[in-house]
């Protein structure tokens, strides 16, 4: 895997081998069907990660908060 762009946030989310970034924060990893949230940011953030698992047809693993 090398650097993916995504269509609708091609200037702040992109994904490099099995991590994604967001405005150049690591914000989850790909791995095996899924990709799996780091933390939480903010709903942009939470966005781009979704975004990315819809986009690479992956199963999404969110953060949950305490």
Do not use: P
């Amino acid at each position: 895997m090398g650097k993916e762009y995504f269509k609708r946030y091609t200037a702040n989310c992109i994904s490099i081998g099995t991590r994604v970034y967001s405005y150049e924060t690591h914000v989850a990893d790909i791995s095996d069907n899924s990709v799996t949230e780091l933390g939480w940011w903010s709903q942009t953030t939470s966005k781009h990660v979704r975004r990315v698992a819809n986009e690479l047809g992956l199963t999404l693993k969110k953060y949950i908060r305490s």
